[in-house]
């Protein structure tokens, strides 16, 4: 199983990025799937997540600015962040527990796309 991130960048404060990440492999189920951040010299911390249901979870550092959403036929999770703060610079990692094809549930964590927010 492999999850892969795409879209951070440089953007200036007020912009805009969405991120994607897609789940590949041999997947049976995923439950939730979602984000972490981590700021230089900080730890890690939750940003978002989404639950099968389609329930969400945001910190309260990005809540009405964040939004996550998801297609299941595709295994994918986006992040849609806008009025983008210098404080929301960081590597953003995606996370999943998953279940593969005559397994248990796992975590998977992607590789990380950075994220700088920067005039």
Known sequence: ?????SGGGLV???GSLRLSCG?????FSINPMGWYRQAPGK??????TLFSGGSTKYAD????????SGDNA????????NS????????????????????TW???????????VSS
């Not at 595709?74 to 962040?81: C, D, P, R, S």
Request: charged share 20%; aromatic share 12%.
């Open 61 to 68: 550092s990005v809540k009405g600015r964040f939004t996550i």
């Open 84 to 103: 983008l703060k210098p404080e929301d610079t960081g590597v953003y990692y995606c996370n999943a527990y998953l279940r593969e094809v005559g397994s």
């Open 12 to 14: 200036q404060p007020g």
């Open 1 to 5: 199983v492999r999850l892969v991130e």
């Open 43 to 48: 730890q890690r911390e939750f940003v978002a």
């Open 74 to 81: 595709k295994n994918t999770v986006y992040l849609q962040m």
């Open 23 to 27: 789940a590949s492999g041999s997947i």
């Open 106 to 116: 796992h975590e998977y964590w992607g590789q990380g796309t950075q994220v700088t």
